[in-house]
């Protein structure tokens, strides 16, 4: 059973280092994330990980609603 939980850790943190290049890659730690945008978009983009390769580009949206009149 300890073999599982390390392989799956050494797992989750290669994945991780994957997402980090892909990250910088796409400029995201250069500048400063003063939005709650940037700021999500650079840590979605490290979760996912290898899939940044396959196509995926994760973008995080922090509009908020306004209210009614």
């Not at 939980?5 to 991780?16: C, F, N, P, Q």
């Not at 700021?39 to 609603?65: H, S």
Request: net charge positive; proline share 6%; with cysteine.
């Amino acid at each position: 059973m300890r073999r599982g939980t390390s392989a799956g850790a050494a797992i989750l943190v290669i994945w991780l280092i994957i997402g980090a290049i892909a990250a910088g890659q796409r400029g995201y730690f250069n500048n400063d994330n003063e939005s709650c945008a940037e700021a999500g978009t650079t840590i979605v983009t490290i979760i996912a990980g290898p899939l940044n390769y396959v196509g995926l580009n994760p973008k995080v949206n922090c509009e908020v609603p306004q209210p009614s009149r």
